[in-house]
């Protein structure tokens, strides 16, 4: 005679009204939380005026805002001067690229290239840093080009 089993086999349906019937009904539809992935960005901008830089900021925050991205507090900054300044004295770019190393953001909205970078090997040392970080970058006016390189050339 053979020995009783302690192991229950059950097919699948079975087993999935088990779970059904733990977990209670389901929700209708409009009770239950959708969870939408969000797209987190960073504004910037060099602004050769001090005191107009949230002006500038408010115009990349209503464009993010247009494309229902969001911008995560502390992300957006700027600096006051010349566009061709060295990146490493601004201190609000600075702060863009501590958001972007620390996976805070996944994109970056600046009003032209030039922003980022005036000089072409500057723009090319930050823009390879930027896409090592996996961000992309969006410039409300694109035609606007770091000096020494031609619009269709940016692209490439």
Known sequence: ???PSSTTWCSLPKLL???AAR????????????VEPVTAVAL?????????EDLVLDDLAAYADARGWVVPAGCAASDAGPLDQDTELRAGWARIREAAAGGRI??????????IA???TDWNTERA????????????DPTDVP???EPEESWS
């Open 106 to 115: 996944t994109g970056l909205v600046v009003p032209s290239f030039s922003h």
């Open 129 to 140: 840093w930027l896409l090592r970080q996996g961000l992309f970058v969006i410039a409300t």
């Open 23 to 34: 977990r209670g009904p389901v929700p209708p539809a409009a009770d239950r939380v959708v």
């Open 17 to 19: 009204s088990r779970i």
């Open 44 to 52: 910037y901008a060099v602004v050769p005026v001090p005191g107009v």
């Open 1 to 3: 005679m053979p020995t």
């Open 118 to 120: 005036y000089r072409w």
């Open 147 to 149: 000096v020494g390189l």
